[in-house]
């Protein structure tokens, strides 16, 4: 057997004593400023991230990208760990579950950063304080939506809705939430052969079998063949908020505290 | 049960023996009547049709699981696998491959490619299977490769080239024997190849003939580009073709242009891209083609599998090719000549109104796509696409799963760079309108849609028909189910947890037909609990 040498001895104590020998640095952008890779990262944030951030990246559903601010960190190492691994909870899917290599999510950050310019004047309408006693009392967001565990089920979990929803992303989805529905929440009426309606959130469904939320938080499984009709809501169960239910001061104070979270 | 593998070893090494008289390519073609699945779509007619008939519209409700092999292996499987003489052969996600006790799913050997890093591929690290000669077996690879192993061992007999993956070639067709070669396809339209079609010398790996999808200038097709655009010029090729003997053509889908949507990046009709091709088996010289999507913009590849048949068209026989394209139009096409016979959508499409008398589509203004946004039908996916369709010569039908989507499509200038994407546009879902698949029966004759069933998603599995009278489908859900293929009634239907991606295959072995799918990791097989 070789003997150890000093050196190799020494890395065996340090690494038994839990010594670290060496700050890994944080990894910075390779290709950042690189013209050719900031073209590539356009072509792939357009095909792969403009449906939920939009194409000049201000945001869709997803949050604008060009304020320089990023929830998840805005370092080279930080905006890299989000694209590759996503955001847990929330509709950002990783890029290692892709066909995305590292260096193409690294021209994806070279472009992101051409983007880069201040925080809209908008973010900092509204009351977050009057926006939670809003959601909980008057404008009874809560009766559907959980927030950290208190709340209702029959809509999504907002616990986290600030990370993955733009400002106009939820003006939107609040005055008109109609049109487009994250899975599992699309609206259903079933009605049965005997012509029961029952409404409720589709939360899963094949040719054969149909899984609902109903109204009353029920989970419930029927087979296709069982019923007469499945009506595919264009409604969300989810009314407008219209300036009559919620004014525009008061709106800007339940996205403010949605954006807090 | 008493079953022996060296009875089966043996039997292997006799009609190994016998295979290696002839042409072993044309044997492969017949012998998919003894009950063996021999070739990628079952024969060289690529009718996915099997002439089995054990398992019946009657019993076909008492199909069960035999085995179940699951694979480890993370991907989707996109393969058919093989079965001759009791043995399956099976290649999956990464280039690994598989031979299998067809009986029991017990594996045999393992095979994986040590792959190299940073390989460009635009649309999964998948594999769609092997070809088999005598006892040598081919798959092609994602760095564009083709290896042929030994079947009982899985030992790498040889290793060569097709083209070189720095430049973004990748493979994953499974490749097609015919005669004394081996017939492959190419990828990598999305970063800007020149795609191509390649035979090998079997026994040798030596290149036989290549044929260039695109054209160069002075060539025939050569002036359907500008300017030097024809060096990238995409037109992949990447799912395996069909074979006539008696007229000795290869017939073989091309994909899309490249860049995708940008097309004044490459002005003119873009041929051979968005094609069928009919090649002179021998030396890969053109016979004819036919341009389903002249310089497309929406990356609608015609590479879904040709199915040759022969039927009777206006009381005359007709030997034709038949192909449900992405582009939503379903295509007759004699198959001597490439005459179209009779073009008709067969999901909602907005952007052509007709195919014309001259074959060319009449285009209509959503099929114009810039830098604003345009909502075109079908979308990027298409009204179907790689899955395999199949046909039965009794019906008539042809049964293939279907999309009914549409998207915005946005067209952008990009200049190419060398391994990098090359797509020029973008393409967006349209809220609130997710679409929906069916299986869909259509006649080839009058191109009408016949029966359907409809899935909640849109799905990309594929179809087998059997002489018994069914089809049998997977969808984006998990279910793999079998219908009347007169009626489309649904007859049977087993949850399996995850989406089918690939074609299903039948097999004979021992006195029981089986039915095989792939769903997520695992191979499941099927048959009739007491083999009647």
Redo the contacts between chains.
């Keep these: 057997m070789r003997k150890l040498t000093w050196w190799t001895m020494a890395i065996v104590i340090g690494l038994a004593a839990g010594v670290p020998f060496a700050q890994q640095p944080e990894p910075t952008n390779p290709v950042q400023g690189n013209a ?1 890779a900031i ?2 990262g356009q ?2 944030f ?2 792969s991230c ?2 939920c951030h939009g ?1 000049n990246a201000k945001g869709l559903r997803g949050p604008d990208l060009t304020t320089g601010q990023f929830v998840r960190g805005g370092s080279d190492s930080q905006l890299f760990r989000t694209v590759m691994q996503g955001i847990p909870g929330t509709d950002m899917p990783g890029a290692q579950f892709s ?1 995305a ?1 590292p ?2 999510v690294w ?1 994806l950050i070279a472009y992101l950063r051409t983007l880069s310019g201040p925080a809209s004047e908008e973010e900092a309408r509204g009351n977050a304080q009057n926006g939670e006693t809003l959601f909980w009392g008057k404008a009874t967001c809560g009766q559907c939506h959980m927030v950290r565990g208190r709340g209702g089920r029959l809509g999504p979990d907002l616990s986290r809705i600030g990370v993955t929803r733009s400002r106009t992303a939820l003006i939107k989805e609040i005055r008109t939430p109609s ?3 994250t899975d599992g929440f699309w609206p259903v009426t079933v009605v049965s052969r005997d012509g029961r309606r029952i409404r409720g959130v589709r939360k ?5 079998s149909l899984q609902i939320m109903d109204t009353n938080e029920r989970i419930q499984s029927f087979d296709h063949s069982d019923l007469r009709e499945v009506v595919r809501e ?1 409604s969300s169960l989810m009314p407008d908020y219209g300036a009559d239910r919620l004014t525009d001061a008061e709106l800007d104070d339940v996205i403010r505290y949605l954006r807090s979270l | 049960m008493r079953h022996t593998l060296a009875r089966t070893a043996a039997l292997c090494i006799v009609l190994a023996c016998a295979m290696s008289i002839g042409h072993p390519g044309v044997q492969a073609q017949q012998r998919q009547d003894s009950g063996q699945w021999t070739t990628y779509s079952g024969d060289y007619n690529a009718q996915r049709h099997s002439s089995l008939t054990q398992i019946t519209p009657a019993n076909v409700g008492r199909l069960a699981v035999q085995w179940i092999f699951q694979s480890g292996v993370s991907g989707r499987f996109e393969a058919t696998p093989l079965v001759v003489d009791g043995i399956m052969y099976l290649t999956g996600p990464d280039n690994y491959a598989w031979a299998l006790d067809a009986r029991t799913g017990r594996q045999i050997w393992r095979y994986r490619r040590q792959l190299p890093e ?1 390989l ?6 998948v594999n769609r299977g092997f070809a088999i000669n005598g006892d040598r077996l081919y798959m092609t690879t994602l760095d564009a490769h083709l290896v042929a192993l030994d079947a009982r061992t899985g030992n790498v007999l040889f290793d060569v080239e097709i083209d070189d993956h720095k430049k973004s070639y990748t493979a994953t067709v499974a490749p097609l024997i015919v005669k004394d070669k081996v017939i492959v396809g190419i990828a990598g339209a999305e970063y800007g190849i020149r795609g191509f079609i390649d035979a090998f010398d079997a026994n040798t790996g030596k290149k036989a003939w290549r044929f260039w999808t695109v054209p160069e200038p002075g060539q025939p097709g050569g002036n359907t580009w500008s300017g030097d655009s024809w060096q990238r010029g995409g037109g992949s090729t990447w799912v395996t073709g069909a074979y006539d003997p008696s007229l000795n053509l290869v017939y073989w889908g091309t994909g899309n242009p490249a860049p995708d949507s940008f097309g004044d990046a490459r002005l003119g009709d873009n041929l051979y891209t968005d094609a069928v091709v009919a090649l002179d088996a021998d030396t890969g010289t053109l016979r004819w083609h036919y341009q389903f999507t002249p310089h497309d913009v929406h990356d609608w590849d015609a590479v879904q599998v040709p199915i040759l048949a022969d039927i009777t068209m206006n009381g005359a026989p007709r030997k034709v090719l038949m192909t449900a394209n992405r582009n939503g139009f379903f295509y007759t096409l004699d198959r001597a000549n490439g005459e179209l016979l009779r073009a008709r959508p067969f999901v909602r499409t907005t952007w052509a109104q007709e195919i014309g008398r001259d074959g060319k589509p009449i285009l209509l203004e959503a099929n114009r796509i810039g830098p604003e946004g345009t909502v075109t039908c079908p979308d990027v996916g298409g009204g179907t696409n790689w899955m395999s369709p199949s046909f039965n010569p009794a019906t008539g039908l042809f049964y293939v799963t279907t999309r009914e989507v549409c998207a915005k499509f ?1 067209a ?1 200038p ?2 190419f ?1 060398p391994g ?10 349209i ?2 309108e997710p679409g929906y698949g069916a299986l869909r029966a259509i006649d080839p004759v009058s191109g009408l849609v016949r029966w359907e ?4 998603r849109p799905s990309m599995g594929g179809t087998l028909s059997t002489a018994s009278g069914l089809v049998f489908a997977g ?1 984006e ?3 793999v ?1 079998a219908f009347d293929a007169a009626s489309g009634k ?1 007859l049977w ?1 087993l ?1 399996t947890g995850a989406g089918l991606r690939s074609g299903p295959m039948t097999f004979m072995h021992n006195g029981k037909q089986y039915i095989v799918v792939a769903s997520g990791g695992a191979v499941i097989a099927l048959a009739l609990q007491d083999g009647r």
């Design positions: 050719q073209d590539q072509q792939l357009r095909l403009a449906s194409l066909d290599t260096d193409q021209a049109g487009s529905f899963n469904e094949d040719p054969f264009k | 940073g460009n591929i635009c649309c999964g690290r946005y952008f990009q200049q760079q990098h994407l090359y797509w020029g546009g973008a393409v967006e879902a809220p609130g069933f409809k899935y909640p969808e859900d998990g279910n189910m649904n239907r949850q």
